[in-house]
């Protein structure tokens, strides 16, 4: 079974506009954290957001907040009044266990790719 | 700007050949993690080195070994190389973010990554 599913392999925005990339993810372990990050042509993985499973609000960077559904298992990322340098490839990734500076292994989904429009 | 750096950016290699890939981040970083990243895929986890020893691996053959040096850079080694090897070769550098929600969780910086051609 995936243990990261991203269902969009693509999505349309118009600039200045909301969008919501979708996650949804699979573990028995109470404890774990839910990472996005933005690829661009250029290759590099930047990291956008953090959401760990015992997090009582849902996680904020500037125009990146995370709606966590724990129930549902779900992990969307928001991406408020969009720019045409949010065009490039979305990860949702997962890290299983407290972290910390134990084995840290990312689990990445297949990405959604995002295209903002003028 | 990560502070992590990868060398060489681009990389052509004939199957059979031997590659190795270098990684460089910021001091303190103790802990390295190596990915490989096929054309269109997510990342997949090639291993984790913390103060200089392997202390996790993913579903990657022997022929991918690696090393970490005290002066916090680290090699990914490929052996035998095989068609398949064609991918971006992504390290990434652990460090404490401090979250949202007020716990400090380890979380992986990316350097800008190796893309190696297997011809």
């Known amino acids: 079974a995936q243990k990261i599913t991203q269902t969009q392999p693509g999505m349309f925005v118009q600039e200045k506009e909301a969008v919501t990339l979708d996650c949804t993810y699979d573990t028995s372990d109470p404890s774990y954290g839910l990472f996005w990050y933005k690829q661009p042509s250029s290759g590099e993985m930047i990291f956008l957001i953090y959401?760990?499973?015992?997090?009582?609000q849902n996680a904020t960077e500037g125009r990146y907040s995370l709606n966590f559904q724990k129930a549902r298992k779900s992990a969307n990322l928001v991406i408020s009044a969009s720019q045409l340098g949010d065009s490039a490839m979305y990860f949702c990734a997962m890290r299983e266990g407290q972290g910390g500076t134990s084995y840290g292994k990312l689990t990445f989904g297949q990405g959604t790719i995002l295209t903002v429009h003028p | 700007e990560t502070g992590v750096t990868q060398s060489p950016t681009h990389l052509i290699k004939t199957r059979g050949q031997q590659v190795t890939l270098r990684c460089s981040s910021q001091?303190?970083?103790?802990?390295v993690s190596w990915y490989q990243q096929a054309l269109g895929q997510g990342p997949q986890f090639i291993f984790q080195y913390y103060r200089e020893e392997e202390n996790g691996r993913g579903n990657f053959p022997p022929r991918f070994s690696g090393l970490q040096f005290p002066n916090y850079s680290s090699e990914l080694n490929v052996n035998a190389l095989e068609l398949d090897d064609s991918a971006l070769y992504l390290c990434?550098?652990?460090?404490?973010?401090?979250?949202?929600?007020?716990?400090?969780?380890?979380?992986?910086?990316f350097g800008p990554g190796t893309r190696l051609l297997v011809l």
């Open positions: 001091s303190g970083h103790n802990t």
């Open positions: 990434a550098s652990s460090f404490p973010l401090l979250t949202s929600g007020g716990s400090l969780q380890e979380t992986q910086y």
């Open positions: 959401q760990g499973s015992y997090d009582q």
